[in-house]
């Protein structure tokens, strides 16, 4: 810890919590097959409902 604390015990508290936090990993991809099905589905929700908001939404999504 960086800073003084008055409390050993706590400051051993804070350590084991922080060295248990175990950070997922960084890289998250998704294979060309479940990028297909997603799209597929969603366009599939956006048309079978009469909402134009969620055909907007897909779209949208297919943008970024």
């Excluded at 508290?13 to 998704?30: C, G, K, M, N, R």
């Excluded at 969603?42 to 943008?63: C, N, S, W």
């Amino acid at each position: 810890m960086s800073t003084h604390m008055k409390d050993p015990q706590l400051a051993r508290y804070v350590d084991e919590i922080a060295q248990s936090i175990h950070w997922p990993e960084t890289a998250f991809t998704l294979s060309l097959a479940e990028t297909v099905i997603g799209l597929a589905v969603t366009f599939y929700q956006a048309f079978a409902t009469p909402d134009r908001v969620m055909l907007e939404h897909a779209l949208k999504g297919i943008a970024f």
